[in-house]
């Protein structure tokens, strides 16, 4: 069946770089995504590639895709204490793209 | 405001009893989701459409019910409560197959059964 497998725990000193990693498992996804969540709301898109795509950058965020792998990773630069949230990776799966499989999310703390 | 409403908010109920959560959009988005969260599980998928009159089960689908009359509505009805259902739920609306971008969340329904 389809996975999305990710750490749950990522500790990272502000000003340096977040690197949140996460494997799938349905070769056949159009569309992988990160998104975020903040204390007592819902999810934001923060991005989202292609699975046609190796790399998107919007500016301080990185996604890396190796699809040989099913590997996808999400660079953070610069970390900031706002950056402090979980993310969670997730495919799109299904003929239309029609189900969105999420992984269990990261939770992203920020050392001073 | 466009965007994902759900409601209410917040919601107390007894083993057994029955409810429906409300999920209304004005994007005119054709797909339509239901997920919970619970500590350590991240989102599970229950139930969605991809459009009027088309629902279809996801990972989670036991001990609730979906329909979809229109576009714009997805409620979510609870059968009879009970104590695993105590959850986070979130609705979600995407535009359709080939568009870019993926769901927008509403705020979430935060359940407790006692």
């Known amino acids: 069946g389809e996975d999305v497998e990710q750490s749950l725990f990522l500790s990272v000193r502000e000003g340096d770089s977040s690197v949140i990693n996460c494997t799938y498992t349905?070769?056949?996804?159009?569309?992988l995504y990160w998104y975020k969540q903040e204390p007592g709301a819902g999810l934001q898109l923060l991005t989202y590639?292609?699975?046609?795509?190796d790399m998107k950058q919007d500016q301080r965020l990185t996604v890396l895709l190796n699809k040989k792998d099913k590997h996808l990773s999400l660079r953070i630069a610069d970390t900031q204490t706002g950056d402090s949230a979980i993310y969670f990776c997730?495919?799109?799966?299904?003929?239309?793209?029609?189900?969105?499989?999420f992984g269990k999310g990261t939770r992203l703390h920020i050392l001073p | 405001n466009a965007g994902v409403t759900q409601t209410p908010k917040f919601q107390v109920l007894k083993t057994g009893q029955s409810m429906t959560l409300q999920c209304a959009q004005d994007?005119?988005?054709?797909?339509m989701s239901w997920y919970r969260q619970d500590p350590g599980m991240g989102l599970r998928l229950i139930h969605y459409?991809?459009?009027?009159?088309?629902?279809d089960q996801g990972e989670v689908p036991n001990g609730y019910n979906v329909s979809r009359s229109t576009t714009e509505d997805f409620p979510l009805r609870l059968l009879s409560a009970a104590p695993s259902q105590t959850s986070v739920y979130f609705c979600?609306?995407?535009?359709?197959?080939?568009?870019?971008?993926?769901?927008?969340f509403g705020s979430g329904t935060r359940l407790t059964v006692v």
């Open positions: 997730a495919e799109s799966i299904g003929n239309r793209d029609d189900k969105i499989i």
């Open positions: 590639i292609f699975s046609n795509m």
């Open positions: 459409s991809v459009g009027a009159g088309i629902t």
């Open positions: 994007m005119n988005h054709e797909y």
């Open positions: 349905d070769s056949s996804s159009t569309y």
């Open positions: 979600a609306s995407r535009a359709r197959q080939g568009a870019v971008g993926g769901y927008t």
